[in-house]
């Protein structure tokens, strides 16, 4: 009896990459139950700390808060960020009060306040950016 040849193609094997990346990072928020116990693992790893978190612009890490799909928890994986930047500045308060919802641009702005490291020359520059009674509730 004569066998068919049938011809085998390879297909590829997609390796699925362990390397710490902004994108990674974003798209595994996207599928987490909990943002900010993920959030949290992630910056207790060294590398990813060294090579994701403490790189962040403030576009970067507005993206993160941005992923984070229940709103409520925004806040949370914000603070859990906030520290692990090197020289978190008013400037990331600025783009996150711009990208949240309004009902949680007081609460993003008490809780990342601590972090900044130029809260003593740039507070005004937050200031500017809050309405009269966002001001009142973050006196």
Known sequence: PVVPV????????IV???????????????LAVSASSYVKRKIADQ???DQVFSTLTPQQFV????????EFDQTEVAEAIAPAVDQFTCQYIIATIRAVSDWMRVTMVNRLL?????????S??????LSDWEKLSTE
């Open 6 to 13: 049938v011809p085998v193609v390879p297909t590829p094997v």
């Open 16 to 30: 699925p990459s362990n390397e710490p990346s902004l994108q990674r990072l974003i798209d595994e928020l996207k």
């Open 47 to 49: 590398v990813w700390k």
């Open 63 to 70: 993206k993160i808060i941005r992923a984070t799909a229940i």
């Open 114 to 122: 601590s972090h900044t490291v130029d809260l003593a020359t740039n």
């Open 124 to 129: 005004e520059t937050i200031l500017a950016e």
